[in-house]
């Protein structure tokens, strides 16, 4: 069985510009969270989906934004890139409460 | 704000040792904790859930969680090479079906030959 997908692997944006970043989750998952992490932190959490709803929102700016869609695939969408920016972008979905996995991520550095 | 704490590390074992890694965590409503693998460049791998007090073994792993401490650690027997790594720890929120982990800043394990 596929595991959570994500594109693209890796990107390089400029300051500026706008990232839209992709991910699907295990198939009969119900569930995706995004997810930052930089160098040296553990995973920060950006948004959860439940059933093409936003259930959470962590602290970030509203430069960040998300959506899931009818078929459980999600984006995330980042405008204005700051040099902040720059990290390891995670996908993880869920079916119910017996774990949460992660997609092999979407490293983005801007420049 | 629900906090996770860990021991950034580097823990040193031998290999063959175990090793021990510790977590506390902020939220005593807390319900749901993971253990996660993440080697250098990659992203995190669930190694271990536990849910209720006590201890969780699967294979080499030992998952032990203590609410009443806020408490929890991973134990890893007669450790390889291959599990050096940082070791995340994660509490679990399912709140309106969503999925949802606060991680600590993670331990990083080095075996050594």
């Known amino acids: 069985d596929a595991g959570v997908t994500q594109s693209p692997t890796h990107l390089i944006k400029t300051r500026g510009q706008h990232v839209t970043l992709r991910c699907s989750p295990i198939s009969g998952h119900k569930s995706v969270s995004w997810y930052q992490q930089v160098l040296g932190q553990g995973p920060q959490f950006i948004f959860q989906y439940y059933e093409k709803e936003e259930r959470g929102r962590g602290n970030f700016p509203d430069r960040f934004s998300a959506r899931q869609f009818p078929n459980y695939s999600s984006e995330l969408n980042v405008n204005a890139l700051l040099l902040g920016d720059s990290a390891l972008y995670l996908c993880?979905?869920?079916?119910?409460?017996?774990?949460?996995?992660f997609g092999e991520g979407s490293w983005l550095t801007v420049v | 704000q629900k906090e996770v704490e860990q021991n950034s590390g580097p823990l040193s074992v031998p290999e063959g040792a175990i090793a021990s890694l510790n977590c506390t965590y902020s939220d005593r409503g807390s319900q749901s904790f993971f253990w996660y693998r993440q080697y250098s460049g990659k992203s995190p791998e669930l190694i271990m859930s536990?849910?209720?007090?006590g201890d969780k073994e699967d294979g080499r792993f030992t998952a032990q969680l203590n609410k009443a401490s806020q408490y929890v650690s991973l134990l890893i027997r007669d450790s390889q090479p291959s599990d050096s790594a940082t070791y995340l720890c994660?509490?679990?929120?399912?709140?309106?079906?969503?999925?949802?982990?606060?991680f600590g800043t993670g331990t990083q394990l080095k075996v050594e030959l």
């Open positions: 994660a509490v679990g929120d399912f709140t309106g079906g969503g999925n949802k982990l606060t």
């Open positions: 536990i849910y209720s007090n």
């Open positions: 993880a979905s869920s079916l119910g409460t017996t774990g949460i996995y």
